[in-house]
């Protein structure tokens, strides 16, 4: 039984109470320092009571300053922000209630372990044995029983995030803000909190919002995903929407592999690419793609299967000319590279255990379902 799971079924031991968590709304938020692009550019996004939201985007494009507006601790150039309906956008930091967690897990390194979780207790003059109480029971929720007595110095990284997070959630916030909390942790430390996030995040109940680079990290924690690019959300959606069925190019990338074909959407409903012309699903076509325009095929490795011959091409089935040029063992499955078409387009398949005499230098056919690929905006 997971922890989760077993947590339901007992009387909750656990004061930070389960409760619907704080609706966020941005409307046309914008936050413009000057410079050739707004930081933030007309953001518009509805985080849901108790939703794990991450912003989700490369170095530069937003997320941070969009968390800080969110925080208040940046003024909006424009746009409004409201918690639950009312208005916040005027409001200090300190009267909108919210937990933050950062990359730097800015303990207080002369305070122990208890007097650090206790320290926003302590600002609200809250009496000392309902301290105490809720210190312990936060304590137990980040599984750090027992480390009341000591020193920030004396922990790991990991268990100093530990503290971090407790002391970020310990006084029932609005919702928990998180800047690239896992940043500094090595990838197996970094594996563990997040199941200790994600596990958090359902026994507390409250409103998540996420921000990393990482696309992995993201995939992994989310209820939905708010993709930026400079300044801008690209997409919002589960994860699963964002990689099966992103609207650009720009998401197709930044969420998986790729083959990637600079395509026409032609007149009559296909897709033409160098000298073939492919059919198209009408349900796989991106509602930012019209007829006659330019447009991106791109078509998963996982769903790229390996023919020796067009022979071999289930009828139906989309395909072009594919040479070996790699194969690759990623311990789980191997992939081959592929130089597509004519003129040689790098791509990739990832191979199923039936295809496994192929070489480099092979000429052979790539193909995939009509229904597993889709045509995005380039
Ligand atoms: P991210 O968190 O996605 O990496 P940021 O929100 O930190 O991105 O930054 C977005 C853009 O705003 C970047 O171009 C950054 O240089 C700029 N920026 C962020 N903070 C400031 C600031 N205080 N003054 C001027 N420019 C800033
Ligand atoms: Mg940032």
Excluded: C
């Excluded at 809720?134 to 020193?151: I, P």
């Excluded at 000429?363 to 690929?373: E, S």
């Amino acid at each position: 039984m997971s922890p989760t799971a077993s947590r339901t079924a007992a009387p909750a031991p656990v004061s930070v109470s389960p409760r619907a968590g704080t609706q966020i709304r941005l409307t046309g938020v914008t936050k413009d320092y000057g410079l050739a692009v707004p930081a933030v550019d007309n953001v518009s996004l509805t985080i849901e009571p108790g939703e794990f939201m991450t912003l989700l985007g490369p170095s530069g494009s937003g997320k941070t300053t969009t968390l800080n507006l969110i925080a208040g601790f940046e003024t909006l150039t424009a746009g409004t922000i409201a918690f639950n309906g009312s208005d916040v956008s005027a409001l200090p930091p300190h009267k909108r209630n919210l937990g933050m967690l950062f990359q730097n897990y800015a303990l207080f390194p002369h305070m122990t372990v208890a007097q650090n979780v206790a320290y926003p207790l302590r600002e609200r003059r809250l009496p000392r044995a309902e301290i105490a109480r809720k210190v312990a029971d936060v304590l137990e929720l980040v599984q750090l029983t027992g480390r009341d007595d000591n020193y920030p110095a004396q922990l790991s990284g990991g268990q100093q995030q530990r503290v971090a997070l407790a002391r970020a959630i310990v006084f029932d916030p609005n919702a928990l803000l998180l800047d690239e909390p896992l940043g500094a942790l090595d990838r197996n430390l970094r594996g563990l909190l997040q199941q200790e996030i994600h596990r958090i995040h359902s026994e507390v109940g409250s409103t998540f919002v996420f921000v990393t680079h990482d696309q992995e990290e993201a995939m992994s924690l989310s209820d939905r995903i708010a993709l930026f690019n400079n300044g801008r959300i690209e997409q919002v959606g589960t994860p699963e929407a964002l990689y099966r069925e992103p609207e650009t190019l720009f998401t197709a990338r930044f969420l998986g592999d790729s083959n990637v074909f600079e395509a026409t959407h032609t007149a009559e409903g296909k897709v033409s690419w160098e000298d073939r012309v492919w059919a198209v699903d009408p349900a796989t076509v991106s509602a930012r793609v019209s007829a006659g325009e330019r447009a991106a095929l791109m078509v998963r490795p996982e769903d790229v299967r390996i023919a020796g011959s067009a022979d071999a091409v289930p009828p139906g089935a989309n395909a072009v000319t594919a040479t070996v040029v790699d194969l690759e063992y990623l311990g789980a499955y191997r992939t081959a590279a592929l130089a597509l078409g004519p003129r040689g387009l790098a791509g990739r398949a990832r191979l199923d255990a039936a295809e496994t005499d192929l070489h480099p230098g092979q000429a052979a056919v790539a193909w995939w379902r009509v229904d597993r690929q889709r045509l995005v905006a380039a």
